[in-house]
């Protein structure tokens, strides 16, 4: 059984607890939070679980096998660096970290310690990226030709972070995942208001080898709740809307074909439109099926999509997005 230690109860900080202690194979032993009140709720759901205000208390508690770090951003560098050389794996909420630089960093520690981190990118595990990724390894889509990604709403406005370091996180890592390939540089725009000096709003642009293109948008100030992503392949096309409660994916046989004849200048495009039919999604407990990899991973070794290294690619390319925004939409190299 391997023992968690969660720091921060927060937000976010309630789910990861739920998951760990539905998880096969993992218990939540410790929980700590800088909030009394909080620590009294935790108590009330758990009663088995020992709770603290003091971080070194549970990263040192010998009853603490790996530490869930659930906090904000700029703190997540020096908590898992503490934990790490304490001798324990880690599981941080996204993003990663705040620089790329810290990232390496981690990474360095936990293979030197030969210990593991791992990355809440939790739509990784749901069924219908597992189902995307499956039908681009099955070549159901054909060469791809784009990514195209819709996240927002109205808030959740973070204090700490811009709209790209609070949701872009999600796209980037199904995008880093589904496609299978680096970014070569990125593009990105984006404004913020009410004099806070964070983007709520930005516009991403990715751009691929072999004329691949994967676009972002996030957004905090939408009057409406999407959940929308495009992926357009020579063979077929591909919806998702995370929002639908039934058919998430919906495949389209549709498509252009573009050819010049020969000896001729002028352009012969058809135009294919075929059937659309929904392939069946495995409805699963995402954060669930984390929290069991992320026991099987530390127990078992192997490897893992939302590894330390993924962190790191993620924070590089969100660290290259950012660049891009305050150069007023420079092309960055990633």
Same mark, same amino acid.
């Given at each position: 059984?391997?023992?968690?230690?969660?720091?921060?109860?927060? /937000?976010?900080?309630?789910?990861?607890?739920?998951?760990?202690?539905?998880?096969?194979?993992?218990?939540?032993?410790?929980?700590?939070?800088?909030?009394?009140?909080? @620590?009294?709720?935790?108590?009330?759901?758990?009663?088995?679980?020992?709770?603290?205000?003091?971080?070194?208390?549970?990263?040192?508690?010998?009853? *603490?096998?790996?530490?869930?770090?659930? +906090?904000?951003?700029?703190?997540?560098?020096? &908590?898992?660096? !503490?934990?790490?050389?304490?001798?324990?794996?880690?599981?941080?909420?996204?993003?990663?970290?705040?620089?790329?630089?810290?990232?390496?960093?981690?990474?360095? @520690?936990?293979?030197?310690?030969? =210990?593991?981190?791992?990355?809440?990118?939790?739509?990784?595990?749901?069924?219908?990226?597992?189902?995307?990724?499956?039908?681009?390894?099955?070549?159901?889509?054909?060469?791809?030709?784009?990514?195209?990604?819709?996240?927002?709403?109205?808030? =959740?406005?973070?204090?700490?972070?811009?709209?790209?370091?609070?949701?872009?996180p999600h796209d980037i890592s199904i995008m880093d995942? *589904?496609? $299978?390939?680096?970014?070569?540089?990125?593009?990105?725009?984006?404004?913020?208001?009410?004099?806070?000096?964070?983007?709520?709003?930005? /516009?991403? +642009?990715?751009?691929?080898? #072999?004329?691949?293109?994967?676009?972002?948008?996030?957004?905090?100030?939408?009057?409406?709740?999407?959940?929308?992503?495009?992926?357009? $392949?020579?063979?077929?096309?591909?919806?998702?809307?995370? &929002?639908?409660?039934?058919?998430?994916?919906?495949?389209?046989?549709?498509?252009?074909?573009?050819?010049?004849?020969?000896?001729?200048?002028? =352009? @012969?495009?058809?135009?294919?439109? $075929? #059937?659309?039919?929904?392939?069946?999604? *495995?409805?699963?407990?995402?954060? !669930?099926?984390?929290?069991? !990899?992320?026991?099987?991973?530390?127990?078992?070794?192997?490897?893992?999509?939302?590894?330390?290294?993924?962190? @790191?690619?993620?924070?590089?390319?969100?660290?290259?997005?950012?660049?891009?925004?305050?150069?007023?939409?420079?092309?960055?190299?990633?």
């Amino acid at each position: 059984m391997l023992r968690i230690g969660v720091i921060g109860y927060g /937000y976010w900080g309630p789910n990861i607890v739920r998951n760990f202690t539905a998880a096969n194979g993992s218990e939540v032993k410790m929980v700590c939070d800088m909030n009394q009140q909080t @620590l009294k709720k935790v108590k009330k759901a758990y009663p088995q679980v020992s709770v603290t205000d003091n971080i070194d208390e549970l990263i040192k508690n010998p009853e *603490v096998d790996a530490v869930a770090i659930v +906090t904000p951003v700029f703190t997540h560098h020096d &908590l898992a660096k !503490k934990a790490l050389e304490a001798g324990k794996s880690v599981f941080l909420e996204k993003p990663f970290t705040y620089t790329v630089a810290e990232a390496e960093d981690l990474v360095e @520690l936990a293979a030197k310690k030969n =210990l593991k981190l791992m990355v809440d990118h939790t739509f990784l595990y749901t069924g219908a990226v597992r189902k995307i990724r499956q039908l681009i390894d099955d070549n159901i889509l054909g060469n791809l030709y784009y990514f195209d990604s819709v996240r927002v709403n109205l808030g =959740l406005f973070q204090h700490d972070v811009n709209v790209i370091w609070d949701l872009a996180p999600h796209d980037i890592s199904i995008m880093d995942y *589904v496609i $299978g390939e680096k970014p070569q540089a990125v593009v990105a725009t984006g404004v913020g208001h009410f004099d806070r000096n964070l983007e709520d709003i930005a /516009y991403l +642009t990715f751009y691929y080898p #072999d004329n691949v293109i994967a676009h972002i948008n996030v957004n905090w100030l939408s009057p409406v709740k999407v959940r929308t992503t495009l992926i357009g $392949g020579s063979k077929k096309m591909l919806v998702w809307n995370d &929002l639908e409660p039934d058919e998430k994916i919906k495949i389209y046989d549709k498509g252009v074909n573009v050819k010049t004849k020969e000896g001729q200048y002028n =352009l @012969l495009v058809d135009y294919r439109s $075929g #059937d659309m039919w929904a392939p069946k999604v *495995v409805q699963t407990e995402a954060l !669930k099926l984390m929290a069991e !990899k992320f026991v099987d991973y530390v127990k078992n070794g192997g490897t893992a999509v939302n590894d330390g290294i993924a962190g @790191l690619n993620n924070v590089r390319m969100l660290e290259a997005a950012n660049k891009s925004i305050n150069n007023k939409g420079e092309i960055t190299y990633i």
